[in-house]
């Protein structure tokens, strides 16, 4: 995950929008995957600022991550708020933390490696594993299958 200006006064806001599920991999949030860069408040206005980056710049989930990001603030009460989009720095795989690579790979999603030489089957945990398309079922994934179990599976492609 990428360094954020996390601090006391805005940490209940980090851990509000930890409860936003990435609409594509539901089982990690915008925050764990890089989406949510920062959170801050205004002293004097109290207006809430929430930076994401997405995943890709044409990204089509987008809207989806500002609505999803807005509905969550709302139901919390908080209704003085601003989603703003940056784009540089990129987005990029780096920002996954380990923690959340293990959570892609426990659902089925092969994350990319360190090293980026090889992509994992996450049934078998092969690495023998061949590409079928660089087109996913989302625009951040292609489709794999593994050589040895012969399973097929989703690659979530590597950004840096």
């Known amino acids: 995950m990428v ?5 006391k006064d805005n940490e ?22 890089g989406v949510i860069r920062d959170v801050q408040i205004n002293n004097n206005t109290k ?7 997405p995943t890709y710049t044409g990204c089509p989930a987008k809207k989806l991550f500002n609505d999803l990001i807005e509905e969550k603030l709302i139901e919390k009460g908080y209704t003085n708020f601003e989603i703003i ?14 923690k959340t690579r293990a959570k892609m790979l426990a659902e089925g999603i092969s994350p990319p490696t360190a090293d980026n030489k090889f992509v994992v089957c996450p049934n078998c ?6 590409v079928i398309s660089d087109f996913g079922s989302t625009a951040c994934q292609s489709l ?14 590597c950004h840096v």
């Open 3 to 7: 360094d954020s200006k996390r601090n």
């Open 12 to 33: 209940y806001l980090w851990d509000i929008l930890s409860e936003v599920p990435d609409p594509e991999i539901p089982v990690i949030n915008l925050v764990e995957i």
């Open 47 to 53: 207006k809430i600022s929430v930076t994401i980056t």
């Open 85 to 98: 989009t940056v784009l540089s720095p990129a987005w990029n795989t780096d920002w996954l933390s380990e």
């Open 125 to 130: 945990k092969s690495k023998n594993t061949k």
């Open 144 to 157: 794999y299958s593994c050589l040895d179990c012969l399973e097929p599976f989703s690659y979530f492609k």
